[in-house]
């Protein structure tokens, strides 16, 4: 399958920040979210994959593109939404509609009123007035009806309400299927993740720690209450344990193969939620790398 977004050892150096390597391939049809403490270099990436950021080694081919060869047909199809939109305060949300809307040629003026509707948006207050929320809303209406091919999302819900969270989720699902398209978001919001995560990519002070299939990690992430105390050595699959008789393993076959061969008995077994296992594998991987 053709891979719209492949970076291979990439590594760029910020002052004293230092991110990568990065290894990431993107296929058509995925949502791939950053996950990481503030500051692993999430933003910095999804940067580059706009184009606004070079990179010092390594490759990164956008729609088979070579991202540093000069060309930039590939830009057209990509939409990026940072976390605020800069030297935009002076402009109302009309204005900075009819600027926004005649860079992308695919613009979806009825989607986009859809959108002023569904997030309540004042249109007449220039940006610059508007509350963290308002402007995120904002800039979530000027962003979807471009109908790019790939959308690269900043935080997209960091200062958005509870039932607009609701909205923008049901909205990224229902522009998913509108096509043959990608999201790479960067979040910290659990519920984004769950709900729309197919890959995680985690990071931790500008290190790839892995890249995960959402799916795959819920089933293999599991709590085992046991019956009797659990023996001292660390058993397969074992990433943490809470006393003598609770075990978090993060590979369920081998650690449930291990219990019947040496018939040890759980009362109870649970898999860990999405936060939780996001919190072990940044916990654990981090411990490998101080
Ligand atoms: N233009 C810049 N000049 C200097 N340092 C920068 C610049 N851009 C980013 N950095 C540094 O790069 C590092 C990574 O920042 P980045 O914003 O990519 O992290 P992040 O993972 O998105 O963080 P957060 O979750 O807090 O948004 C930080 O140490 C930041 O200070």
């Known amino acids: 399958m053709s891979k719209w977004v492949e970076i291979n050892e990439v590594s760029k150096k ?23 403490s503030n500051g692993a270099g ?19 081919t956008m729609f088979n593109e070579d991202y540093l060869m000069n060309k930039d047909d590939w830009k057209q199809h990509v939409s990026y939404m940072p976390q605020s939109l800069l030297g935009c305060d002076p402009f109302n949300g009309h204005q ?30 220039k940006y610059g007035r508007l509350s963290p929320g308002g402007k995120q ?3 979530i209406a000027l962003t979807l009806p471009r109908n790019t091919k790939l959308l690269l999302l900043d935080e997209p819900t960091s200062h958005i309400d509870i039932p607009a969270k609701a909205k ?7 522009w998913m299927d509108k096509g043959e398209r990608s999201i790479i978001m960067s ?21 790839q720690l892995g890249t995960f299939e959402k799916e795959e990690l819920t089933q293999q992430f599991q709590k085992y209450w046991m019956q ?9 699959g074992e990433i943490d344990r809470k006393g003598d008789r609770v075990i978090i393993s993060q590979d369920n076959v081998e650690t449930e193969e291990f219990f019947k061969k040496n018939q040890l008995s759980y009362i109870n077994r649970e898999p860990l939620s999405v936060e939780e296992i996001i919190t072990v594998l940044l916990d654990k991987k981090r411990e490998k790398t101080t």
């Open 14 to 36: 910020i002052d004293e920040f230092h991110l990568g390597p990065i290894n990431l391939s993107v296929e058509p049809g995925t949502i791939t979210c950053l996950v990481g």
């Open 42 to 60: 999430k933003s910095t990436l999804l940067k580059m994959m706009a184009g606004l950021v070079s990179y010092d080694d390594g490759s990164l």
């Open 96 to 125: 900075l509609k009819e600027l926004i809307s005649t860079w992308y040629p695919d613009w979806d003026e009825e989607y986009f009123n859809e959108l002023v509707d569904l997030f309540e948006i004042n249109l007449n207050k």
């Open 137 to 139: 809303r904002l800039n």
């Open 168 to 174: 923008f989720m049901d909205e990224i699902v229902r």
């Open 187 to 207: 979040s910290h919001q659990a519920d984004d993740i769950k709900k729309l995560a197919d890959y995680l990519v985690l990071f931790h002070e500008g290190m």
């Open 228 to 236: 009797e105390s659990l023996p001292h050595e660390v058993i397969p």
